[in-house]
């Protein structure tokens, strides 16, 4: 991204029908053929990827979960030995947290900021596509210890001394640190873009109070990941270097402490979890009053929700070690940190179940999932308020108790609004409509089969079964609600089996949908189905929360959709101040490059000598990464890195 | 949508009714200790509070869904209502929420501070080292000589507090009588205490609650609330020296075990002084084999014996290959170790 | 977490076991000097409970029982190397050979200078069966897998003789190869002891 | 009275370098002299010229009347003659001469040779060679050594490192018995030197690294038949406790402490051997003793006092039964031990004439003790440590600082001393003319890790990981004087490498010493001046004594061939390799040897 001088004068196009603007198309068009697939930095590309490669991962996480919940079924089954059981349950919850949650919001947010928020791209195209070709190989690198059977086996939070050399001395640990440690410069570089893109690319009148909530939850999970992710990075390379150089972070006997991994771990792990809820809050808050036919209710406070919550969430992550033998003081402080978290999930449930009620809602698949999703928020928003009362979290720490309030919360508000969503963007994403009966029953596999499973799980904590277990002894009355559990997770897989059918079925034979199905307020209906490569042909000038519903809300403002700069003296689009938004530069966006795809191999190299402990190719790797920051950062004319000859 | 209610609602209480009345093992809605009944009310609180709160927001939810609910079709002909009104749901909502939780808080610090100490100074205090995947237990007591060594099974007197010693080492483990106690970490390099006390006679059992490798699932605990005669019994019994057996046959069993299971078990009054397995002086008194995983009687003694890897495949109990006669001498001898 | 199921190395491990243990009990029927490492299944001397010895102390002779190319099936297994280290500390190894195996009361394990042979084969001997000058047998207290992992522990020091340099490590040639060749038609063929079947 | 210190480097080429007087010190010793407080019973009172125990004598003073070495012609000083007996592990004992014939033991396999010192060359009258068990050398912990031999009516008597004792008539070097004390199998050994009393031998075991209790036990001298047995630890039957038995401190009062002291069982294996010296007060007719330290050495495992090691016994010799003990470090945590020497002497302390035992414990205190009750009348650090924080009279105990105690798996850094102590066994000596003890010291801390131990019968039972390294100041031994009255230091010479030979006092006003890495000095007793060095061909871990030859000249005499506790150093640069030589030194070099006859 680069500015030219300000003074260039930009010119208004007519009023008139919005057509496909072929000049432009040409300019920002992808390069067909593989070509384009490795080189493309278009955020409405790079969103899909994200999206669909999630899917994938959310796939593989769910076998692995039904596979587990065969051998839970019923006591002393033999299915899986333990070791094979604790490779599963390690990598269901890596994959579901790291390699799906994160990744399907980040999807999500890159293909609807820039349509969102009126610009032509994201702040740094190329640092997107980057950040997604790092996602792809970080899963691809850990996914590559499966058919070895060397997977991590120490669980998602990879407790030491059990994940230290001496009682895991294989490559399995190996895998999970440098998988998270890779997956990191992904978040990382992801997280800075979307603060930089909402910083400067906002179309001119979009002033922060115009933002729709998804933007708000996105900008806050951000902020987030910028100050969480460095903590687990540092954990991940602390215990590397003890187990292949000998150092004794957590080495008890030269006075190394255990417990620094667990606190390292959840600074990062509380606002992680956080981060991937607080954008499909957003998606929530942007989708439901499309169906409710009128703006959210309560604006402000779901907008200042989204990002206290955030704050507060940098406060608690003590909540998961409360059993760890820590002072009674810190103990109540965490505790009552935890409980008042709530109070800005509070606001935002009540603000829905306002727009509901004072609105006219229109039962569609996405309203469905969307409405449902409270429901499920506020069970485990609930059962979380349990479990941060410290006396009580004695008991149900590390009991199913505890799995069922982050199953509620991960898939009740990750899974349902994302899977919503879907429903509400893909006429967008694809220019067809998903079919509203396989819809249907889609969502209620998905709900009866998700309460039927793991509701029952509060009941087996509350009873008392132990979380990681690879079997368990009979006569402890877990046998029945077990099998419950493993029927209603067979029911939510159908449901999640019914949702792909939709999906592969609508591809081809979806009804075309038009720039507008649901008749939604905001900039992104505003243009065609499927978004043209240069989304909009000319910038929008905003003002107010709902451009498209301006007449109907009969607010003295008026955006102007169809007047505003064209910017087609190349790839460019327009930057506006800070807090106002008034256009500010004109950005030279970069076009096409491999420079992402491979900065991202270089850094693979590097990673795969890391685990082969192969000096030559780690110095490969380096060596390659460098090449690629130098080819990447190799100044171009086009987007004004060379300076002009002096004119005398 | 009114089924929805109906689904969830049919789910949620027959449910928590099991987990209630009868009383499951490693329940905790019914405790029988003063370090866990504060915490069982504040948990049926909770409880309570938390449904309530479902059954709000369900109603709201689908009233608000019902209500004024459009006809199908296209959304472009449902007119847009104006932006005004509904902030004062959020207003009650939120401020009713936080009341309710403010006077959650206040009652979770009261528990806390009520479950924090033990009632009284404790009677003794055990030293509980948890090894990969069996829990070791040291009775402490001012006279040193009344001081011993015993595994996964432990006993109390009745109504009086015990101070636990957690101490960890290999990886981390989590001890939990759920019965008698919330849990508390065992981690290698610090000491963590903590204290039970239990006030109705009977066993109670536990499990280790924090991943430590491959038989996690194998490593239980229990803890027998005897009265306090009963107890004095049992202490006394145990610090006895296990007798070198009379019979000739018991005879062959005791070389077969110092010849091939000392470096690791001890049996105190005999040469076997192993302390890298459990200490098997009065073996014969405790109930369960491999910290819970069969019953201890000779037929799973002798399966355990044999071929212990089958029954818990990773532990460190290796699968010695002797003949049967031997195999047969050595469970018997075992056998005499009351 | 040692061993998953009916692995490659886990099939290894048994033939590698058997052969020594058989070969050990062929042993047992030599009438000589009374071991209680020899067979399994033979009484202690009764010697008063106090003063029983889970280890018979006397060894056999310094012949070799198993075939000295054995390879052990463990070696670089990165489990069993951590266990073995962890069983030559609590089994009280470490006692005599020292916590860093630089010896003490017994030899220095980490040289070159092996009094009995340091093959994987021949260590694993010295331990099933001890050694004349105090190294009790622990072919009794420990099974056939647990000393291949103390083997395996004890060939990442760095003195162990590899398997197949059984010869050159009896002449001490450290791994150098002799220049020095005897006379042309002197050179007699080093009679290759004889050795059973090779494992799998 | 500030000790005068320097060091005296160990590669030092020969060349004397004189030692800075301090004027207070001369004051001192006029003092000392006019009315010395120290004065000891020299009990058995054997002919001048001879060295017919260990110690020469009942209340281990190692001090000689000889006085034809003095402090002016010591430089003078050569090699006589020497004798090798081949054997490479370390030499811990001192040759013994009665009347003109010399008697040494080598270490394992504990071959003993008679020299003939009348014949030129002193040669091998004859040897006895007993044939222990080759198992012993696996068995022992600190190397296959003996620490001594004593001669009784016309016997040599010593003990076997597979736990036989032996008698040797001196004449023939026929066996006369041989007795079995225990099983070597199991982990019991045999180094200590015995310890003649009238018609009474009394011997004791090593072993407490594998879990062997201790025991002391009188064998008959004429016949070897074992008269009484006392055990460490255990009920009070075993130990010999009976009605008589007063310790002076209240918390060593009880019955069966050996036993109640200790978790169920334990005291089974619970070490305390009897690996040092004895001591003996012919007036109180008491033996004075150590035991070692507890077992295992991982304290965790042992909660309780772990009666009655690492501490000092006082027995009746006929009939065995305990007087009164003293536990220097109860529930040791760092292997302190309690068996080095006790010196028996007479002070006058708190204004009355004190009839005192003195002895350097491996904690770093030394103590000085009333031998008939029991009492600790002075107890004061000789050499630098931490492990206390002082020590409370009242109650007869050092304070144990908690940050010092070891707990498993976790490394303790910086424990000063180590765990041989402040000083080991190697024994000191007292001169009466200055009323000084003489004894060589270490100045070592230790890093140290607890393994919590198995016991398997026949392996080692301690789990103590330990790495060493200098103390305060880079020098790893000191050879000091030592004021029992005041508790201080006249003064100390530091040492590149550790001081572990024994001392020699010599009324010749000289006292002579050895260093680990084969120096072997001979210092002015009042002074602490270097007058005399001579490097060895090995390290010296012996103690020197010193004899009239039959030609009437004086002969000093040291065992050089480091071994024993001493390998702790091995790693260190210039350690000396292993010896076996006796060297035999004389005014001028001059003996029976060379035929020339003692000049008039």
Redesign the interface.
């Known amino acids: 991204m680069s500015a030219t001088e300000e003074n260039r004068t930009t010119r208004i196009v007519r009023e008139g029908e919005v057509t496909i603007d072929r000049h432009l198309e040409a300019i920002w068009k992808t390069r067909p053929g593989l070509r384009g697939v490795l080189s493309s930095v278009d955020h409405k590309r790079i969103g899909i990827r994200y999206i669909v490669t999630a899917f994938v991962f959310l796939i593989a996480g769910g076998v692995e979960a039904l596979i587990m919940r065969l051998q839970l079924a019923h006591s002393d089954l033999k299915i899986l030995?333990p070791?094979?059981y604790n490779q599963l349950f390690t990598m269901h919850g890596f994959t579901m947290i790291f390699l799906y949650a994160g990744p399907v919001l980040s999807g999500f947010s890159n293909y609807l900021w820039p349509l969102l928020l009126g610009s032509r791209d994201m702040a740094f195209p190329r640092l997107n596509a980057l950040s997604y070709w790092i996602f792809l190989l970080a899963g691809i690198f850990l996914y590559a210890s499966f058919p070895l059977g060397v997977s991590p086996d120490a669980g998602w939070f990879n407790y030491p001394p059990l994940s230290g050399?001496?009682?895991?001395?294989?490559p399995n640990i190996d895998f999970y640190l440098l998988g998270l440690i890779f997956l990191g410069i992904s978040t990382t570089v992801g997280a800075a873009n979307f603060l930089v893109s909402l910083l400067r690319t906002r179309a001119p009148g979009m002033s922060i109070n115009r933002l729709p909530i998804l933007v708000w939850g996105t900008l806050t999970a951000s902020v987030g990941n910028l100050l969480a992710v460095p903590a687990v990075t540092l954990a991940c390379v602390l215990l590397f270097a003890d187990r292949q150089f000998g150092t004794h972070f957590f080495d008890v006997e030269a006075h190394g402490q255990p417990l620094l991994w667990q606190h390292l771990f959840w600074m990062f792990g509380h606002p992680w979890v956080y981060a991937i809820v607080l954008p499909a809050l957003g998606i929530v808050s942007d989708a439901l009053p499309t169906f409710c036919r009128r703006p959210l209710v309560g604006y402000t406070p779901v907008a200042l929700a989204t990002v206290s919550t955030m704050i507060v969430g940098f406060g608690v992550w003590l909540h998961h070690m409360f059993a760890t033998g820590m002072p009674v003081l810190s103990l109540a402080f965490f505790s009552a940190a935890s409980l008042v978290i709530t109070i800005p999930s509070a606001v935002s449930t009540f603000a829905w179940i306002a727009t509901i009620w004072t609105g006219k809602p229109v039962l569609t698949t996405p309203f469905l999932f969307l409405s449902s999703f409270i429901i499920l928020f506020v069970i485990g928003g609930v059962s979380g308020v349990m479990t941060g009362a410290v006396p009580l979290d004695f008991q149900l720490t590390d009991t199913y108790f505890v799995v069922a309030h982050l199953h509620y919360v991960l898939i009740g508000i990750n899974v349902f609004p994302v899977m919503g969503g879907i429903y509400y963007w893909f006429p967008k994403m694809t220019g067809r409509m998903m079919s509203e009966r396989l819809g249907r029953w889609n969502f209620w596999t998905m709900f009866l089969g998700f309460n039927i499973g793991f509701f029952p799980m509060h009941i087996v904590g509350l009873m008392g079964m132990p979380r990681r277990i690879y079997t368990y002894a009979p006569g402890l009355g877990w046998d029945t609600i077990n099998l419950i559990t493993t029927l209603g997770s067979f029911a939510f897989a159908v449901g999640i089996l019914l949702f792909l059918i939709n999906l592969t079925v609508s591809l081809r034979r979806g009804i075309p949908a038009g720039a507008n199905p649901w008749d939604g307020p905001t900039l992104e209906w505003s243009v065609p189905s499927p978004v043209p490569a240069y989304n909009f042909a000319v910038i929008p000038v905003v003002a107010s929360r709902h451009p498209l519903w301006e007449e109907r809300l009969e607010s003295p403002e008026r955006s102007s959709l169809s007047r505003g700069y064209l910017l087609n003296h190349g790839r460019e689009t327009l930057a506006t101040t800070v807090l106002d938004a008034e256009p500010d530069l004109i950005l030279e966006m970069p076009g096409d490059s491999y420079g992402p795809l491979a900065l991202a191999l270089g850094l693979g190299v590097l990673f795969v000598g890391l685990i082969l402990h192969s000096g030559p190719w780690a110095v490969i790797g380096i060596l390659a990464t460098a090449l690629a920051i130098l080819f990447w950062l190799w100044p171009q004319r086009r987007l004004g890195q060379i300076a002009e000859p002096h004119h005398v | 949508m009114s089924d929805r209610l109906r689904r969830c609602g049919c789910v949620l209480v027959p449910l928590l009714g099991v987990a209630a009345c009868g009383h499951v093992p490693m329940g905790y809605l019914h405790t029988f200790g003063p370090a866990a009944d504060p915490v069982t009310s504040l948990g049926w609180g909770f409880i309570a509070v938390c449904t309530l709160v479902i059954l709000i927001i369900a109603s709201l939810l689908l009233a608000a869904t019902l209500r004024a609910r459009a006809p199908q079709g296209a959304l472009a002909n449902v007119p847009i209502a104006q932006p005004g009104g509904g902030l004062r749901w959020i207003y009650i909502g939120t401020g009713v929420s936080t009341v309710a939780l403010l006077g959650l808080v206040v009652w979770t610090m009261f528990t806390l501070a009520a479950i924090a100490q033990p009632p009284g100074p404790p009677a003794f205090t055990i030293e509980i080292r948890a090894h990969q995947w069996w829990w070791e237990a040291r009775y402490i007591d001012d006279e040193p000589e009344r001081t011993f060594v015993t595994a996964n099974e432990l006993h109390i007197p009745l109504g009086k507090p015990v101070q636990l010693r957690l101490i960890g080492d290999d990886v981390i483990h989590s001890f939990w009588i759920p019965a008698l106690a919330g849990k508390t970490d065992v981690i290698p390099g610090q000491t963590n205490i903590a204290w039970i006390e239990g006030n109705t006679l009977g066993t109670y059992r536990g499990q280790c609650t924090e991943y430590c490798?491959?038989q996690h699932a194998h490593m239980t605990e229990s803890v027998t609330v005897d009265s306090a005669a009963d107890f004095k019994l049992w202490w006394s019994h145990q610090i006895s020296a296990a007798s070198?057996p009379a019979a000739d046959s018991m005879r062959?069993g005791?070389?077969v075990f110092?010849?091939?299971c000392?470096?690791?078990h001890t049996v105190r009054?005999?040469?076997?002084g192993g302390i890298?397995g459990p200490d098997l002086t009065h073996i014969m008194s405790r109930h369960t084999l491999g910290a819970g995983t069969l019953p201890n009687d000779s037929e799973h003694l002798s399966a355990w014996i044999t071929n212990a890897q089958a029954v818990k495949?990773?532990c460190r109990m290796?699968?010695?290959?002797?003949?049967r006669?031997?195999l047969d001498a050595v469970t018997a001898y075992v056998q005499t170790l009351h | 977490?040692?061993?998953?199921?009916p692995s490659s190395s886990h099939l290894r491990l048994a033939v590698a076991a058997l052969c020594v243990?058989v070969a050990t009990t062929l042993s047992a029927c030599k009438p000589h000097a009374d071991s209680?490492a020899q067979g399994?299944?033979r009484?202690?001397p009764?010697?008063g409970?106090?003063?029983?010895?889970?280890?018979?102390?006397?060894a056999g002779t310094a012949k070799l029982l198993a075939a000295n190319d054995v390879v052990n099936p463990l070696a670089g297994n990165?489990?069993a190397?951590?266990e073995g280290h962890r069983l030559f500390?609590?089994?009280?190894?470490?006692?005599?050979h020292g916590?860093d195996a630089k010896g003490n009361?017994?030899p220095d394990l980490t040289d070159a200078y092996w009094r009995y042979g340091g093959t994987p084969s021949a260590i694993y001997n010295s331990i099933y069966e001890g050694r004349?000058?105090?190294?009790?047998a622990?072919g009794?207290?420990?099974?056939?897998?647990?000393i291949w992992e103390i083997v395996a522990y004890l060939q990442t020091l760095g003195g162990a003789v590899a398997a197949n340099e059984y010869h050159a490590g009896m002449q001490g040639d450290h791994g150098i190869t002799s220049t020095a060749d005897e006379a042309p038609g002197l050179l007699v063929k080093a009679t290759a002891p004889s050795s059973p079947p090779q494992p799998p | 009275m500030r000790a005068a210190s320097r060091l005296v480097d160990s590669n030092w080429p020969g060349l004397l370098r004189v030692a800075v007087m301090v004027i207070g010190l001369t004051t001192h010793i006029e003092a000392a002299e006019n009315d010395s407080s120290a004065i000891a019973n020299f009990a058995p009172n054997d002919p001048p010229g001879e060295w017919r125990s260990q110690a020469r004598d009942f209340a281990s003073t190692r001090y000689s009347p000889l006085n034809q070495i003095t402090v002016d012609n010591v430089k003078r000083l050569r090699v006589a003659w020497t004798f090798s007996d081949g054997v490479a592990y370390g030499h811990e004992g001192a040759p013994l001469v009665v009347g003109s014939m010399m008697y040494v033991v080598a270490p394992f396999p504990d071959v003993a040779y008679a020299l003939d010192l009348s014949k030129p060359g002193s040669p091998i009258k004859w040897t006895y060679a007993p044939d222990p068990a080759?198992?012993?050398?696996?068995?022992?912990?600190?190397d296959a050594v003996i620490r001594g031999w004593a001669y009784a009516r016309g016997k040599l008597i010593y003990n076997l490192l597979d736990d036989h004792t032996v008698a040797v008539d001196v004449q023939t070097g026929k066996e006369v018995w041989r007795t079995k004390m225990g099983?070597v199998?199991?982990g019991e050994t045999m180094t200590m030197s015995p310890f003649v009393v009238g018609d009474k031998v009394f011997v004791g075991n090593s072993g407490g690294?594998l879990g062997k209790i201790g025991w002391l036990a009188a064998l008959d001298v004429e016949t070897g038949k074992e008269l009484w047995r006392a055990y460490s630890t255990g009920p009070d039957d075993l130990v010999k406790i009976g009605a008589d038995f007063k310790p002076y401190y209240g918390w060593m009062q009880g019955k069966d402490l050996g036993v109640t002291s200790w978790p169920a069982d334990m005291w089974?294996t619970g070490g305390g051997a009897v690996w040092g010296w004895i001591s003996f007060d012919p007036q109180l007719n008491l033996l004075y003793y150590g035991t070692a330290n507890p077992s295992p050495r991982v304290p965790v495992q042992r909660p309780g006092l772990n009666f009655w090691t690492s501490s000092v016994f006082a027995r009746n010799p006929d009939t065995g039964a305990a007087k009164w003990a003293y536990s220097f470090t109860p529930h040791d945590q760092w292997d302190y031990d309690g068996v080095n020497e006790n010196v028996l002497l007479d002070l006058r302390i708190g204004g009355r004439q004190r009839k005192v035992l003195v002895q350097f414990n491996r904690n770093a205190y030394a103590y000085t003790i009333d031998r008939e009750t029991g009492e600790v009348l002075v107890a004061a650090p000789f050499a630098y440590e931490n492990w206390s924080s002082g020590f409370d009279m009242k109650s007869g105990r050092a304070v144990v600082r908690p940050d010092k105690e070891p707990k498993p798996n976790v490394k303790l850094e910086d424990v000063c001393p180590p765990d041989i102590g402040g000083k080991d066994w190697q024994p000191s000596a007292f001169s009466p003319k200055t009323g000084l003890l003489y004894a060589g010291i270490f100045n070592i801390c230790m890093d140290l890790?607890d393994?919590r131990?198995?016991y398997?019968?026949?392996?080692?039972?301690?789990?103590m990981?330990i790495t060493r390294q200098a103390g305060p100041g880079d020098h790893w031994g000191e050879f000091i004087a030592w004021d029992p009255v005041t508790g201080t230091k006249a003064w100390a010479i530091k040492e590149k490498s550790m001081t572990m030979s024994g001392a020699l006092a010599t009324a010749g006003d000289l006292v002579f010493y050895g260093t680990v890495d084969g120096w072997f000095r001979a210092v002015n007793d009042r002074t602490g001046q270097i007058l005399w060095s001579q490097k060895l061909g090995s390290g010296i871990n012996a103690a020197p004594m010193t004899y009239l030859g039959p030609d009437g000249r004086q002969y000093v005499a040291i065992y050089a061939g480091v071994g024993g506790a001493a390998m702790v150093a091995k790693a260190m640069p210039g350690f000396p390799p292993r010896g076996s030589t006796l060297y035999v030194f004389s005014l001028d070099g001059d003996s029976v040897a060379t035929g020339l006859e003692m000049p008039q």
């Open positions: 030995s070791e094979a050399k001496d009682y895991n001395p294989g | 490798g491959a070198s062959q005791e070389s110092l010849a091939h000392a470096a690791c009054g005999t040469g076997a890298v495949p990773g290796p699968t010695l290959d002797l003949p006669p031997d | 977490m040692c061993f998953v199921g243990g209680t399994a299944s009484a202690l009764a010697d409970s106090l003063a029983a010895l889970p280890l018979g102390d006397l990165a489990g190397i951590e500390i609590a089994m009280n190894c470490a006692g005599c916590y009361m017994g004349p000058q105090g190294m009790p622990w009794s207290a420990l099974p056939a897998h647990d | 080759p198992l012993a050398v696996g068995k022992a912990c600190c099983n199998e199991n690294e089974k890790t393994h131990q198995s398997i019968a026949g392996t080692p039972y301690d789990g990981e």
